[in-house]
């Protein structure tokens, strides 16, 4: 068991550098009750983040569109380096059942990762959470506070956090997201 630990660490280690490695399987958070996937659509803004390996830049945001009742276009940008950089993907409702809990792929030789609402009030702001097991020994995730605006009062931040870890999600590497200047033409 000991050599198993070992190898899989050294395996995959350099992988989730920059992200927020746990011991353990991933929580089990709430997601929002009566999650709407349409009023959940259109532009929003990271205002905070948990690091993540794939997102560098400034100026972060996604925009969402409904394509079908289950399914959504995902296009993510960033500021890296003075250039403009987009990514899009395809976001799908993995249980009907449990609307808020979203997979979201960017590209098709990737499996769908999960993208979990855990609350959203549509107008202002939403959390989101995704987790991934490796082999239940420990799990890499990722939280992101979102606003539909660049900016979000302090007190939103604070109760988002707060929101997190009511939920055991270690919040305390969360860093506030670069949305300064991003308006300028590049």
Known sequence: MRLSVVLVSVLFLPFIE?????????PEPTVQPTF?????MGRWFEIAKLPAQFEKGRCIETNFTLT???????VSSEILKGELRKIEGIG?????????????????????????????????????????DILRLFHVDFAWILGRTRSLPDSTVEKARET???????VSRM???????????L
């Open 18 to 26: 920059a992200q927020v490695p746990h011991w353990g399987p991933c």
């Open 36 to 40: 709407n996937l349409k009023q959940f």
């Open 68 to 74: 079908t009742d289950s399914s959504i276009r995902v």
């Open 92 to 132: 799908v409702i993995e249980d009907i059942k449990n609307p808020a809990k979203l997979g979201i792929s960017y590209s098709y030789v990737l499996p769908y990762s999960p993208y979990w609402i855990l609350s959203t009030d549509y107008v202002n702001s939403a959390l989101v959470y995704s987790c991934t």
């Open 164 to 170: 997190f870890a009511k939920n055991n999600i270690d």
């Open 175 to 185: 860093v506030a997201s670069r949305q300064q200047g991003c308006d300028k033409t």
